[in-house]
C-alpha cells in the first residue's frame, strides 16, 4: 500500500514538472507573426496548380455569408518547402503537407504553439496524391474548423486580457450578463432592457447591442421571431443621422440561421445585413440569444459593423469574438 502511495505520488509530481515545463516554453516563445485571418501553406510547388491546391484555395477562400462584398473566409499563401524559412515558422496559421513514398501511412495532425505563441500548426501528410486526398476530403471541415476556432480564441483571449472592466461590471450588474467588451469602447444608451455600447473612429464604427424580452407559453428562439424582436427593438432604440431613420435588418439578402450550443448553453444565431431605414448606411451584424431561464426572458446580443470604405470580414470576426464571451449570470 505504502509503495503505491509513492508511486502515484512520483507520477503525480513528473505530471505537474511536465506541465510547468510546457508552460515555462510556451511563455518563452515569440509572438506569431502575420495578419488576422490568414494560412500559410507549405507544399510542392506541382501541387499548388493541381486539384490538391485547387481544393485547399476552394476550402480556405469560399465566401463569407453576410458581408456586402464578397469577401474570402481566410486568406491562403502558398509557399514551397525550400521557401519555408524561419520567419515563415513564426505565422499564426500553418499548414504543412507531405506527399512521398517514404511515408507509410496518411496522417494528419493538429498541434499548438510549435514556434510561436498562440500558434496553430497543422500537418498533413501521405505516401501518395489518393491517399491526401482522402484524408483532406474526410478532415475539410475540421481544418476549416480549426483555423475559424484559433482565430476566435487569439481575439477572445485578447479581449479579456484587456477589457473595459468598469464597462463590463456595469452591463453584468444592470443586464445580467457576463461578457468580455474590450478596452476603447464607450456606453452609448443605457435603458432597463436595452444596452448599446460601441467603439467609434472617423471610420469604422462596431457596436454591441443588448436587449431582453419576456418569455411566454408560445416564445420560442425561432428565426422569424427573433427577427421581428429585433427589427422592433432596433427601431425603437437605434435611431439614424437624419429624422425619421433608423436600424433594421437588410431583407434583400436571406438571414442565416443558426443553433448551436455555446459552454452548454443553447444559443441561435442570427446573420446577416443591417442598414438604415430611409437613408444609405449599411453593413453586417450577427447576434446570439438564449433563455434566461431564472428571469424569465430570452436575452439577445447584437453585434454590427459599420466599415464603409473597408473590407469588413476582420471587423466582424472581432465584433463575433465578444459575443462568444457572453454568459447568463447565475
Not at 3 to 25: D, G, H, M, Q
Not at 146 to 154: D, P, T
Not at 230 to 253: C, F, Q, W
Request: glycine share 4%; charged share 25%.
Amino acid at each position: 500500500m505504502k509503495k503505491l502511495f509513492i508511486l502515484s505520488l512520483i507520477t503525480v509530481i513528473v505530471f505537474t514538472i511536465s506541465c510547468e515545463s510546457k508552460k515555462a516554453r510556451t511563455a518563452l516563445l515569440p509572438s506569431v507573426s502575420g495578419k488576422a485571418g490568414e494560412v500559410v501553406l507549405v507544399m510542392k510547388e506541382k501541387y499548388k496548380g493541381s486539384e490538391i491546391g485547387k481544393d485547399f484555395k476552394k476550402l480556405f477562400s469560399q465566401e463569407v455569408y453576410g458581408l456586402p462584398q464578397s469577401e474570402p473566409m481566410f486568406n491562403l499563401f502558398f509557399f514551397r518547402h525550400d521557401a519555408f524559412t524561419n520567419i515563415l515558422k513564426l505565422h499564426r496559421n500553418i499548414i504543412f503537407t507531405q506527399i512521398s513514398p517514404s511515408i507509410k501511412k496518411a496522417k494528419i495532425s493538429f498541434r499548438k504553439n510549435v514556434w510561436a505563441r498562440p500558434q496553430l500548426f497543422i500537418s498533413i501528410v501521405a505516401p501518395n496524391e489518393k491517399e491526401f486526398k482522402k484524408l483532406f476530403n474526410e478532415n475539410k471541415d475540421k481544418l476549416l474548423r480549426s483555423v475559424e476556432l484559433a482565430e476566435r480564441q487569439r481575439i477572445i483571449n485578447n479581449y479579456k486580457k484587456y477589457e473595459e472592466k468598469s464597462l463590463c461590471k456595469l452591463i453584468r450588474d444592470k443586464q445580467h450578463i457576463s461578457i468580455s467588451v474590450p478596452k476603447g469602447y464607450a456606453l452609448r444608451i443605457d435603458t432597463s432592457n436595452f444596452m448599446w455600447v460601441s467603439h467609434e473612429t472617423p471610420q469604422i464604427s462596431q457596436g454591441i447591442l443588448i436587449y431582453s424580452y419576456n418569455i411566454n407559453d408560445s416564445i420560442a428562439l425561432n428565426e422569424k421571431l427573433l427577427i421581428h424582436i429585433r427589427d422592433s427593438v432596433l427601431k425603437k432604440n437605434v435611431p439614424g443621422p437624419l429624422p425619421n431613420t433608423y436600424m433594421i435588418t437588410e431583407h434583400a439578402l436571406p438571414v442565416e440561421f443558426k443553433e448551436f450550443y455555446l459552454n452548454r448553453k443553447y444559443t441561435a444565431q442570427l446573420r446577416g445585413l443591417w442598414k438604415v431605414q430611409n437613408d444609405y448606411m449599411g453593413g453586417p451584424f450577427i447576434s446570439f440569444s438564449r433563455f434566461d431561464m431564472k428571469r424569465n426572458r430570452i436575452v439577445t446580443v447584437d453585434a454590427y459593423v459599420y466599415a464603409p470604405k473597408f473590407d469588413k470580414r476582420n471587423y466582424l470576426r472581432q465584433v463575433e469574438g465578444i459575443l462568444y464571451t457572453m454568459d447568463i449570470v447565475k
